[in-house]
Each structure stands twice: as C-alpha cells, then as structure tokens.
C-alpha cells in the first residue's frame, strides 16, 4: 500500500527528481562496477544526471502536457524491472507516454537552445 501512495504522488514538479534518484540507485544496483568508476556516491551520480537531462526535462514541461499516470506508471516499470531489462532500455512504454501533445516546433527549438 505505501508502494502505491509513493507514486500516486508523481507530478510535473517532482517527476524529475525521482527520476533522477531511481536512474542513479539502478546504475548502482545494476552495474556497480561502473558506478563506482563513475561516482563517489549517489549525491555526485544525482548531480550529473541532473545536469545531463535537466534542459530536456524543462524543455518537455514547457512544450508538452504531462500525464501523471504514466509517470507513476514509468517510475513503477523502472523500480521493479530486471537489471537486464533495465540496462538494455526495455522497460516499458509508459516512459515515452508521460509527455505528450508537444509543440514540435518549440521543442526542437527550445533543444537547441533558442
């Protein structure tokens, strides 16, 4: 039941986070050997995710509607996914449902910077 009522609470200001604590802890759990090459600790793995996917992060939330649902769907999919089916990306389609209904043309603008 708490499981559920964690990721009941997704929404477009806290989606981004979770997402980068739960890429950081699978990285760890995942392929230890590459996170310790990588990172001190989660903190520093946080910080680079952060600033890798933040601009796309922003860029979704201003140019696209957010679907809470498939967020929480998204987050759920990647927790309880295998170590195998998470490194190879195959974790589900509920991750590329959480944006949706984006202004292409303001996107690509807003990805390259302008």
Do not use: H
Not at 57 to 83: G, H, I, P
């Amino acid at each position: 039941m708490l499981f559920i009522a964690l990721f009941a609470c997704i929404s477009v200001d806290n989606f981004d986070e979770r997402t980068v604590a739960l890429t950081c802890q699978r990285s760890e759990e995942c392929d230890k050997g590459a996170f310790e090459d990588a990172y001190d600790d989660q903190g520093e793995c946080q910080d680079d995710v952060a600033d890798y996917y933040g601009p796309l992060y922003d860029c979704s939330v201003e140019n696209c509607d957010f679907d809470a649902q498939a967020a929480s769907s998204c987050l759920s999919d990647e927790r309880s996914a295998s170590c195998d089916e998470w490194t190879s990306g195959d974790v589900g389609s509920d991750c590329d449902e959480v944006f949706t209904d984006c202004d292409e043309v303001d996107l690509a603008l807003c990805f390259l910077g302008g």
